[in-house]
């Protein structure tokens, strides 16, 4: 076997896994709202060499500013029942930092998903965003034209602060079961 990578994996066992075998990349939520790989994990595959595939780089599409509420969701939509994000009472917040999003993504004349996408690009990391459609993946595309200065990720950073987002990851059944 060649390649080696991991999903959802902690520093140690990183460190663990590397030194059996070289892991070639480690896979993990990463977004603008979701930046819990940024204290330990990040650095720690940085140090090693090892790559990093962020998934959920759209917040589920929550950050592409298409879904308004959570009744334009459909009622078997799992968004709806497994993350705590979608639920009402954190979801009007979450909006406020979509619309921050929103607001430089107008500025590039970009979508808000893509702005997403070229800030997780930005962090060195390959962002590997979900799709049904094929508008979604041309405009998913679209996020390699989006430039971002130093600048617009200030902005960024300072309109998304690490833990900004109002809710967990998962719902508690979910994290228990993923060891957490």
Same mark, same amino acid.
């Given at each position: 076997?060649?390649?080696?990578?991991?999903?959802?994996?902690?520093?140690?066992?990183?460190?663990?896994?590397?030194?059996?075998?070289?892991?070639?990349?480690?896979?993990?939520?990463?977004?603008?709202?979701?930046?819990?790989?940024?204290?330990?994990?990040?650095?720690?595959? %940085?140090?090693?060499?090892?790559? +990093?595939? !962020?998934?959920?780089? &759209?917040? @589920?599409?929550?950050?592409?500013?298409?879904? *308004? $509420?959570?009744?334009?969701?459909?009622?078997?939509?799992?968004?709806?029942?497994?993350?705590? %994000?979608?639920?009402?009472?954190? +979801?009007? !917040?979450?909006?406020? &930092?979509? @619309?921050?999003?929103?607001?430089?993504?107008? *500025? $590039?004349?970009?979508?808000?998903?893509?702005?997403?996408?070229?800030?997780?690009?930005?962090?060195?990391?390959?962002?590997?965003?979900?799709?049904?459609?094929?508008?979604?993946?041309?405009?998913?595309?679209?996020?390699?034209?989006?430039?971002?200065?130093?600048?617009?990720?200030?902005?960024?950073?300072?309109?998304?602060?690490?833990?900004?987002?109002?809710?967990?990851?998962?719902?508690?059944?979910?994290?228990?079961?993923?060891?957490?």
């Amino acid at each position: 076997m060649r390649y080696l990578g991991l999903s959802e994996a902690g520093p140690d066992t990183i460190r663990r896994a590397h030194e059996v075998h070289p892991i070639t990349a480690l896979q993990t939520e990463y977004s603008l709202w979701e930046r819990g790989v940024e204290e330990e994990i990040l650095p720690t595959v %940085r140090e090693l060499g090892i790559g +990093f595939v !962020a998934y959920s780089p &759209l917040g @589920r599409g929550l950050l592409t500013g298409k879904i *308004e $509420k959570p009744e334009d969701l459909e009622e078997d939509d799992s968004r709806r029942r497994r993350f705590p %994000r979608f639920e009402r009472e954190n +979801f009007d !917040a979450n909006m406020d &930092l979509v @619309r921050k999003a929103g607001e430089l993504a107008a *500025e $590039k004349e970009a979508t808000p998903g893509q702005i997403a996408l070229a800030w997780v690009a930005a962090q060195d990391a390959v962002p590997i965003p979900g799709t049904k459609r094929r508008k979604y993946l041309e405009e998913n595309v679209g996020a390699t034209d989006v430039e971002l200065s130093e600048d617009d990720l200030r902005r960024l950073a300072e309109a998304f602060p690490a833990g900004a987002a109002v809710g967990e990851r998962y719902a508690p059944e979910q994290m228990d079961a993923l060891g957490r």
